[in-house]
């Protein structure tokens, strides 16, 4: 049977290694346990071949460091456990170093009873350091944030809510379902596909970054309007994400007010283009001011929907006060002009001032049936003449 000595195995462990007996005394130690000349490190000189490992560890660290690690030791020695582990950190002078410590069982037939071995392990801390600091940091930032902050831990699929977050919903801490299910209940119905797509596509990579409108409901049965924002912190070796922090700001003040403005706006434009019978079969809409791209679609549509419900055979365009005439204007007049047609109407072009007929002779526009008068007056005689037969000048 091939049997390695102490010497042999202690010199082919590069950390710092010492082998201990069955009583718990330094039997061997390698060159790099000798070297160790680290303040209160438990390896070093001190801790030299036939000294009482535990006896020195408690000359050199506090007692609750040495309890701890007398019952991990006694342990291995008695056979009661196979390995044992311990992280410390070094109290010499500065730069500060974190060792591992670790004691494993060795054969009871090769006279020792334990292996211990020192791991460097300060790089490995002071970037688990560093990252719990900057945990800290954000966890600081984010608790100032009106409406708090939800965490995400992927893998396990459990939220954490912040007390801010429940409370400015109306919840208490810990009423919430701690999943990605109970946070999509408080989502509007309507919104649930469209924030989903905008959140699978930040943990597939497809979009750069989760920003969304959300609406959440609160306890009061309202919703609240919110612009909700993450980010993966955490990923792992494969750059699978594993944690996602985020934020929400209320913004259902601004939210209602848009709303406020859209139908300001909407009543301002159906105000801007009204549609006034004149006859059961003619209608009047005079145009005040530009007729831009979007006017000129609200004209369209109102004066369609108008012919359609009222069964009018004539519209009167009134371009009194259109403040252009270009060529703009005119096709999208030419094009209502062709509009009504499809519905068995004609159209009256009236508010013609000298200035403005001179443009529309420039303009290459096939001006088609459409009757032109100069005045409003004279177009709602020709218009109710006209109704009356085909006779009408």
């Given amino acids: 049977?091939?049997?390695?000595?102490?010497?042999?195995?202690?010199?082919?462990?590069?950390?710092?290694?010492?082998?201990?007996?069955?009583?718990?005394?330094?039997?061997?130690?390698?060159?790099?346990?000798?070297?160790?000349?680290?303040?209160?490190?438990?390896a070093g000189g001190r801790f030299a071949v036939a000294r009482d490992y535990l006896a020195c560890c408690a000359e050199a660290r506090r007692a609750e460091l040495v309890e701890v690690l007398g019952r991990g030791v006694r342990d291995v020695l008695a056979g009661r456990s196979q390995?044992?582990?311990?992280?410390?950190?070094?109290?010499?002078?500065?730069?500060?170093?974190?060792?591992?410590?670790?004691?494993?069982?060795?054969?009871?037939?090769?006279?020792?009873?334990?292996?211990?071995?020192?791991?460097?392990?300060?790089?490995?801390?002071?970037?688990?350091?560093?990252?719990?600091?900057?945990?800290?940091?954000?966890?600081?930032?984010?608790?100032?944030?009106?409406?708090?902050?939800?965490?995400?831990?992927?893998?396990?699929?459990?939220?954490?809510?912040?007390?801010?977050?429940?409370?400015?919903l109306g919840y208490a801490p810990g009423e919430l379902e701690p999943n990605v299910a109970g946070w999509v209940k408080l989502l509007h119905p309507d919104d649930v596909p469209r924030v989903m797509a905008a959140v699978n596509g930040y943990l597939e990579g497809r979009t750069p970054s989760y920003h969304c409108e959300t609406r959440l409901r609160m306890k009061s049965g309202k919703y609240r309007w919110?612009?909700?924002?993450?980010?993966?912190?955490?990923?792992?070796?494969?750059?699978k994400p594993l944690r996602m922090v985020g934020m929400e700001i209320d913004i259902t003040a601004r939210r209602e007010a848009e709303l406020v403005i859209e139908e300001q706006s909407r009543r301002l434009r159906d105000l801007s283009t009204p549609l006034i019978p004149i006859t059961?079969?003619?209608?009047?809409?005079?145009?005040?001011?530009?007729?831009?791209?979007?006017?000129?679609?609200?004209?369209?549509?109102?004066?369609?929907?108008?012919?359609s419900r009222t069964q009018a055979s004539v519209a009167i365009l009134d371009v009194t006060g259109v403040s252009?005439?270009?060529?703009?204007?005119?096709?999208?007049?030419?094009?209502?002009?062709?509009?009504?047609?499809?519905?068995?109407?004609?159209?009256?072009?009236?508010?013609?001032?000298?200035?403005?007929?001179?443009?529309?002779?420039?303009?290459?526009?096939?001006?088609?049936?459409?009757?032109?008068?100069?005045?409003?007056?004279?177009?709602?005689?020709?218009?109710?003449?006209a109704e009356r037969g085909p006779s009408a000048p």
Wanted: hydrophobic content about 45%; glycine content about 6%.
């Fill in 1 to 42: 049977m091939f049997v390695v000595s102490s010497e042999a195995l202690l010199s082919s462990i590069r950390e710092p290694a010492a082998m201990l007996d069955h009583d718990g005394r330094v039997r061997a130690v390698n060159t790099a346990w000798s070297r160790l000349d680290v303040e209160q490190a438990l």
């Fill in 83 to 168: 390995s044992f582990t311990l992280e410390y950190a070094c109290d010499s002078a500065a730069p500060p170093r974190h060792f591992e410590l670790v004691v494993s069982a060795l054969p009871a037939d090769g006279g020792a009873g334990a292996l211990i071995t020192h791991h460097d392990v300060t790089d490995r801390e002071e970037l688990a350091d560093a990252r719990r600091q900057a945990d800290a940091r954000l966890k600081y930032i984010l608790e100032m944030l009106p409406e708090g902050y939800w965490e995400w831990d992927i893998g396990t699929d459990v939220v954490y809510y912040s007390d801010r977050w429940c409370e400015s």
């Fill in 226 to 239: 919110n612009i909700d924002r993450g980010r993966i912190v955490a990923r792992d070796a494969s750059g």
């Fill in 280 to 307: 059961d079969k003619v209608v009047v809409m005079p145009l005040v001011g530009i007729v831009d791209a979007q006017r000129a679609d609200q004209v369209l549509s109102t004066l369609l929907d108008g012919l």
């Fill in 324 to 385: 252009l005439i270009d060529s703009h204007v005119a096709s999208v007049l030419v094009h209502a002009a062709k509009a009504v047609a499809l519905l068995g109407a004609r159209v009256v072009l009236t508010g013609l001032r000298p200035e403005v007929a001179r443009t529309l002779v420039k303009l290459d526009v096939p001006w088609g049936n459409i009757v032109m008068r100069g005045t409003l007056q004279s177009g709602i005689a020709y218009a109710t003449s």
